[in-house]
């Protein structure tokens, strides 16, 4: 069993920054791929940013460019940095992970990301 615990979560005027972090239970040495996924209200869990073991990223076309998934072996935890957000950024959102020889899916258990003025 693997435990996901996202942070960094909060409230942030539209143009802010965040950065979420995502501390696993267990190395992410045997990750096969890493994901952030966001929920809005009413709306359906949509894939946000991917990152594959051999460091291959995919995005949603909505944050290209303002978005960036990244890892950190050592701490055993990825991220995900938000920049120019937007009021339609605002979302829980929820890390992910799969590991090599498992067959579960791990999720985090979401942060809230507010982006109001």
């Not at 267990?26 to 991917?50: C, F, H, N, T």
């Not at 890892?71 to 937007?86: G, I, P, Q, V, W």
Request: glycine share 10%; net charge neutral; with cysteine.
């Amino acid at each position: 069993q693997v435990q996901l615990v996202e942070s960094g979560g909060g409230l942030v005027q539209p143009g802010g920054s965040l950065r979420l972090s995502c501390a696993a239970s267990r190395s992410i040495d045997y990750i096969y791929a890493m994901g952030w996924y966001r929920q809005a209200p009413g709306k359906q869990r949509e894939l946000v940013a991917r990152m594959t073991s051999d460091g291959s990223t995919n995005y949603a076309d909505s944050v290209k460019g303002r978005f960036t998934i990244s890892r950190d072996n050592a701490k055993n935890t990825f991220y995900l940095e938000m920049n120019s957000l937007k009021p339609e950024d605002t979302a829980d959102y929820y890390c992910n992970a799969d590991y090599y020889g498992d067959i579960r899916q791990y999720w985090g258990q979401g942060t809230q990301v507010t982006v109001s003025s």
